[in-house]
């Protein structure tokens, strides 16, 4: 089993609708993030948590939320999609920090989103 | 505010031929350093990172990358590619503050091999 899930990889939806994708992980790390791919722009952090009840914004958060449900479930959601939240979505995650050092990210396999 | 700079959008080497793949940071200390590889339809994986001491750091897939702080650089390099290394790749670089790890990632490198 991958170490981390995205559900669904992809999905197509209309303006105005609720999206949700959901990221699942297996290897009991704390920290979890949320990252939106656009081509040539490289990756945006959008929400990450450093725990159940540690939720913190991102650089581009407007327009999302996200649910801590547990420590291995992060959630992000589109209350009312719009047609430039179309992009590739990464949840990832990461140990705390050992000995000063940061962690390494470990990916999902993304998941596509595209709005009509 | 620190950032990272990749300036090759799209690189493209022959089978066999040495690969050097470009990433400036600007940030004030030294960060924390890293490359990541994604495959089409796939997530990113990590290559190697740097934190401190040898400034040659070997990775994965026979990656290497050197740090040098007079040039705020932290280049990818491979001997001898292969068909396999057609991918995008990603610098990032993270700051540990207060516990609080922000990475910033460049804006990718995609690398085509031709045979």
């Known amino acids: 089993d991958a170490d981390v899930t995205q559900t669904p990889r992809n999905r197509i939806t209309k303006t105005g609708k609720r999206i949700m994708l959901e990221c699942s992980q297996t290897k009991g790390h704390d920290r979890m993030y949320w990252y939106r791919q656009d081509p040539g722009l490289g990756l945006r952090l959008i929400y990450y948590s450093f725990d159940v009840k540690d939720i913190n914004k991102g650089e581009i958060s407007d327009g999302y939320s996200v649910s801590r449900q547990a420590q291995a479930k992060f959630s992000l959601s589109l209350e009312s999609a719009i047609p430039n939240q179309t992009a590739l979505y990464f949840c990832a995650i990461a140990p705390s920090p050992t000995g000063g050092h940061t962690g390494e990210l470990f990916f999902g396999e993304g998941s596509r989103l595209t709005v009509l | 505010a620190q950032s990272v700079t990749q300036p090759d959008i799209h690189i493209t080497v022959s089978e066999g031929a040495s690969l050097e793949l470009r990433c400036n940071y600007s940030?004030?200390?030294?960060?924390?350093l890293f490359w990541y590889v994604q495959s089409p339809g796939q997530g990113l994986q990590l290559l190697l990172k740097?934190?401190?001491?040898?400034?040659l750091v070997q990775g994965i897939k026979g990656f290497e990358a050197e740090f040098k702080r007079s040039q705020s650089s932290f280049n990818l390099r491979k001997p001898s590619v292969h068909w396999s290394d057609a991918a995008e790749y990603f610098c990032?670089?993270?700051?540990?503050?207060?516990?609080?790890?922000?990475?910033?990632f460049g804006t990718g490198t995609k690398l085509q091999v031709i045979p």
């Open positions: 740097y934190f401190s001491g040898d400034t």
């Open positions: 940030y004030g200390a030294t960060p924390y």
């Open positions: 990032a670089v993270a700051l540990n503050s207060g516990g609080y790890q922000k990475v910033t």
